[in-house]
């Protein structure tokens, strides 16, 4: 059974003849309560960031891919733009063809920088979304070891109530 913080300050106990202090039980008992709620709280904040993480990851992908897009789109207008002069280059005469295989040059010298541009920066994204995801998935270690602690911190504090409870009565230890 998964304990909420409405459970233990509802959580009431028999009374016996050489019983705890009532009072004092559900004053525990509402300190357990608040602890976990503050436990539930923080974790739920956690979830959050890791989720609002996840996100940020997304738009670096989906940036990355629209830059590839873009670059790929770029690289085919050139290709195109190229194909247009060689045409244009064989129906000329001499003096044209000249023109036309300079062009064709000049075409894929800006192709080429354009696709080495392309390729940088596609480079450069990858490399910071790597980077995030890198840093995401550390800060979510950081999270699951600060939650597996504060777990076992509270574990350990109960483990020690009962004791103590068990050392200052007749309680059955269930």
């Known amino acids: 059974m998964k304990l909420t913080p409405e459970m233990i300050r509802e959580q009431r ?5 050489s019983g705890f202090d009532k009072d004092e039980v559900i004053h525990f008992l509402m300190d357990i309560a608040d602890d976990l709620e503050e436990l539930v709280e923080e974790n739920s904040l956690l979830k959050s960031e890791v989720a609002s993480m996840k996100d940020k990851q997304k738009d670096l992908e989906d940036l990355f891919l629209s830059a590839k897009q873009f670059s790929d789109e770029k690289i085919r207008k050139a290709e195109t733009e190229a194909r247009n002069i060689v045409a244009e280059a064989d129906k000329s005469a ?3 063809e ?3 295989r300079l062009k064709i040059v000049e075409a894929e010298n800006r192709g080429a920088q354009i696709l080495d541009d392309a390729q940088q920066r596609a480079s450069e994204l990858l490399m910071e979304a790597r980077q995030s995801k890198t ?3 550390g800060e979510l270690s950081e999270l699951r070891a600060k ?3 504060l ?3 509270l574990k ?3 483990e020690s109530y009962q ?3 068990r050392e200052r009565g007749d309680v059955d230890p269930k």
Not at 13 to 17: C, G, H
């Open 13 to 17: 106990f028999k009374a016996k003849l």
């Open 94 to 96: 001499t003096a044209l």
């Open 98 to 100: 000249e023109q036309a």
């Open 135 to 137: 840093d995401l998935e």
């Open 147 to 149: 939650r597996t602690t």
């Open 151 to 153: 777990f076992s911190e």
């Open 156 to 158: 350990a504090i109960l």
């Open 163 to 165: 004791g103590w409870i």
